[in-house]
T-cell receptor, first 114, second 113 residues
Framework: KQEVTQIPAALSVPEGENLVLNCSFTDSAIYNLQWFRQDPGKGLTSLLL?????REQTSGRLNASLDKSSGRSTLYIAASQPGDSATYLC?????????????FGGGTRLMVKP | SQTIHQWPATLVQPVGSPLSLECTVE??????LYWYRQAAGRGLQLLFY??????ISSEVPQNLSASRPQDRQFILSSKKLLLSDSGFYLC????????????FGSGTRLTVV
């Protein structure tokens, strides 16, 4: 059974810092990995989708990498801003489960202080 | 472009009352549809998924049920709510092809009192 772990569970940084969020998964039989952002009381907003054949994806100040063989992904946020404060979730879509569904990590709660 | 609508945004219901949450998707056909629940301080739990009209799979035994009466409509129901049904319910869709990502709705905050 796929298990997804995110470290750290919470992170507080001053504005302007570059930071890295980590995600690890136990089963490398995946189609893709997706990073989401969730603001308090809101739904999930997709940030980046990395296919299993890809190594990284970039969108603005965000860069996500994927090392499928080692079961790891990182989300790099450059020049963090208070508006980046949210919970960040990674999820993998595997083909060893019925319906090829997403398995989520527990999330990293990020606070960027002005 | 594709959009997903979920309502209501918030709901307060007494124990033992029925529940109906609705989710619709626009701009696509034959999507995979999902219901997730996020309890306070806990992760996302998949409740139901559907790959077609009338086709519902349940991930966990519970007090809830789901139906898909139309291609782009997914309904989460309960005949009698329990206190433990409180939580944040999220609907999501994805194309049939596995190399696409998921898109989530804005969620429904359900409080059972």
């Amino acid at each position: 059974k796929q298990e997804v772990t995110q470290i750290p569970a919470a992170l507080s940084v001053p504005e302007g810092e570059n930071l890295v969020l980590n995600c690890s998964f136990t089963d490398s039989a995946i189609y893709n990995l997706q990073w989401f952002r969730q603001d308090p009381g809101k739904g999930l907003t997709s940030l980046l989708l990395i296919q299993s054949s890809q190594r990284e994806q970039t969108s603005g100040r965000l860069n996500a990498s994927l090392d499928k063989s080692s079961g790891r992904s990182t989300l790099y946020i450059a020049a963090s801003q208070p508006g980046d404060s949210a919970t960040y979730l990674c999820a993998v879509r595997g083909f060893n489960n019925a319906g090829n569904m997403l398995t989520f990590g527990g999330g990293t709660r990020l606070m960027v202080k002005p | 472009s594709q959009t997903i609508h979920q309502w209501p945004a918030t709901l307060v219901q007494p124990v033992g009352s029925p529940l109906s949450l609705e989710c619709t998707v626009e701009g696509t056909s034959n999507p995979n549809l999902y219901w997730y629940r996020q309890a306070a301080g806990r992760g996302l739990q998949l409740l139901f998924y559907s790959v077609g009209i009338g086709q519902i799979s349940s991930e966990v035994p519970q007090n809830l049920s789901a139906s898909r009466p139309q291609d782009r409509q997914f309904i989460l129901s309960s005949k009698k709510l329990l206190l433990s049904d409180s939580g944040f319910y999220l609907c999501a869709w994805s194309p049939l092809r596995e190399n696409y990502g998921y898109t989530f709705g804005s969620g429904t905050r359900l409080t059972v009192v």
